[in-house]
């Protein structure tokens, strides 16, 4: 029976150094030291011993497992370290191949714009507010000195979404909330910058969406020559210190006096050529005094403040300052027109 035992074992031991894989030495263990491996059935045997030789033969039959057992441990261990090493290698690195290039995005002439426009009155005190796209009547028409028949609050102008609720037509709203929320004190010094809203067809110089930049000082003693002065200082930074302005009268319902405001031709400098249309200047904003009953409307007492605001579309600057002809490459996500860019 001790030399079935020893048989066994080194049977037992030859499979454990043959296996190649945990998978098999698994198998091996089931195989000796399962219930119904062969080591359990000699000791099921014993029973036909003297009773002198069954300590003996239980003793070895013992520490045949344990061997057995600590060889498929070891081997178990060797197998998975050479499978570490052998996956290691495989999945090795090479650090000093070169990098594969990666494409850099450029900024969107829009963006670029806007915050050229930003930089500029941030330098001249004035701070940036935004609000909501989605307005009430009241923020985007009646707080502005358009009452419920005025001409522009036509339903065939403005995205309605209720009789109350619109997309903005303006940022003009922005002025307006901020003004409420500052409850009287001054100044008030800001710029909107955001997207706005129209009912209109999409053609080369017009878009249903585009972007707007407003702005608003309000304070004891503000004037129209606050005005022309913050306006020329924004005319030389944006398109060249030689730049001068023109203002012409206009109309706006939330502004009085109001302006249209000229910067001189930036192609041919005042001298006349096709993007001037031959006049030396070109339109690149409006503006005004805040009409009182707007001042007064939002908290600030109109006799004691007074406050300029004007507003200006970013793509028409855009458009002007890189000769774009067409507002719609600004949307239509061509890499070969934006990559143009690079980084504004
Ligand atoms: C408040 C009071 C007054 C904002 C102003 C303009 C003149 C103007 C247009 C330029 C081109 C809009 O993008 S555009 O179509 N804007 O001409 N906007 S004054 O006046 C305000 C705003 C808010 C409380």
Redesign the pocket.
């Known amino acids: 029976m001790q030399d079935k035992l020893l048989a066994l074992k080194d049977e037992a031991l030859a499979q454990i150094g043959a296996a190649q894989e945990v998978r098999q030495l698994q198998e091996v263990k089931v195989k000796y030291l399962g219930k119904k491996g062969p080591i359990t059935e000699v000791l099921r045997g014993m029973g036909a011993l003297p009773a002198e030789e069954r300590p003996k033969v239980g003793q070895l039959a013992n520490e045949i497992r344990r061997q057995i057992e600590e060889e498929l441990e070891a081997r178990i261990r060797e197998l998975e370290q050479k499978q570490l090493e052998e996956k290691l290698q495989q999945e090795k690195v090479d650090v000093t191949l070169p990098g594969r290039p990666v494409r850099e995005g450029t900024t969107h002439p829009l963006n670029g714009v806007i915050e050229q426009i930003e930089d500029i009155f941030l330098g001249m005190g004035f701070k940036i507010a935004e609000g909501p796209e989605v307005e009430s009547d009241y923020y985007n028409f009646e ?2 000195n358009l009452p419920k028949n005025h001409p522009a609050r036509d339903m065939q102008d403005s995205f309605y979404i209720t009789e109350e609720i619109l997309l903005r037509t ?7 909330r901020t ?1 409420e929320a500052m409850k009287g004190q001054v100044p008030v010094k800001i710029i ?1 910058p955001g997207k ?1 809203f ?1 009912r209109d067809t999409d053609d080369a110089t017009h878009s249903h969406q ?1 972007m ?1 930049i ?3 000082y309000v304070d004891e003693g503000v004037s129209m020559s606050d005005l022309k002065g913050i306006l020329l200082q924004f005319a030389r930074e944006m398109f060249g210190q030689n730049q001068q302005i023109r203002l012409r009268p ?1 109309f ?1 319902p ?2 009085e006096p ?1 302006a ?1 405001v000229d910067i001189s031709c930036i192609l041919c400098g005042g001298t006349g050529c096709r993007v001037c249309k031959h006049s030396g200047w070109i339109e690149i ?4 005094m ?2 009182p009953w ?2 007064e409307r ?1 908290g600030y007492d109109p006799n004691k403040y007074t ?1 300029f ?6 793509e ?1 600057i855009a458009m002007l300052k890189y000769g774009i002809d067409d507002i719609r490459h600004f949307y239509t996500n061509d890499g070969r027109f934006l990559s143009q860019f690079g980084r504004i």
Do not use: I
């Open positions: 707080a502005l303006h940022t003009s709203p922005v002025q307006v003004m909107c706005v129209r585009f707007q407003e702005g608003l206009s706006f939330f502004t109001s249209e904003l409006g503006s005004g805040v009409h707007v001042l939002a406050g605001a004007f507003g200006m579309g970013v028409r």
